[in-house]
């Protein structure tokens, strides 16, 4: 049951991903990559990693993304609009997508090594003790910048709307 499961979810968070860049209107993006979020963590738990998917939910779907809903709603963001494409472009695009991921496969498929397969629920690290002293002992600076710079980012967004209302 552990596979249908992953390809239905997998499926998901690509469907959404490729929905939060097609999308015009930067709400709906946002929306969607909370899908990709949602089934990214269902991904983690079908893995065995109950404490990464209960944090995935609750810090990245949850507190990020009302983040970024605050931050495009306070600058006021609206649909992105259409540029004008040339015949070449709309002509050639697909068939070098299609060419450029079968390059990507093959280079992946050609020098990855090559490693054992995955087995579901036998990941046994991750727990919130493993998790807690990894990130004030060894990962406490890259922690503490990533706060900074969500911190800057904020700052930055008050500002540029404040020059928008004025």
Same mark, same amino acid.
């Given at each position: ?5 992953? !390809? ?9 991903? &490729?929905?939060?860049? @097609? ?9 969607? %990559? ?10 983690? +738990? /079908? ?9 995935? &939910?609750?810090?990245?779907?949850g507190?990020?993304?009302? !983040?970024?809903?605050?931050v ?9 609009? *259409? ?13 070098? +997508?299609?060419? !450029?991921?079968? /390059? !990507? ?13 995955v ?9 919130? *003790?493993?998790?807690?002293?990894? %990130?004030?002992?060894?990962? %406490? /600076?890259?922690?503490? +910048?990533?706060?900074? /710079? ?8 008050? @500002?540029?709307a *404040?020059?928008?209302?004025?």
């Amino acid at each position: 049951m552990d596979v249908p499961l992953f !390809l239905i979810f997998a499926a998901i968070a690509v469907a959404c991903g &490729v929905n939060v860049v @097609v999308q015009r209107h930067p709400i709906t993006s946002a929306i969607s %990559l909370i899908g990709v979020m949602g089934s990214l963590a269902a991904l983690y +738990l /079908l893995l065995g990693g109950e404490f990464i998917a209960a944090v995935q &939910v609750v810090v990245y779907a949850g507190a990020i993304m009302v !983040l970024f809903v605050f931050v495009i709603m306070l600058l006021n963001a609206g649909a992105e609009g *259409r540029s004008g494409r040339s015949w070449p472009v709309r002509l050639l695009g697909i068939p070098f +997508l299609v060419l !450029l991921l079968g /390059l !990507l496969s093959f280079v992946v498929q050609a020098y990855a090594p090559k490693t054992d397969r995955v087995v579901f629920g036998a990941f046994t690290s991750g727990g919130p *003790r493993d998790i807690g002293k990894l %990130l004030f002992t060894e990962y %406490l /600076l890259p922690f503490e +910048l990533t706060s900074v /710079l969500i911190l800057i980012a904020i700052a930055g967004a008050v @500002v540029l709307a *404040r020059k928008e209302i004025d």
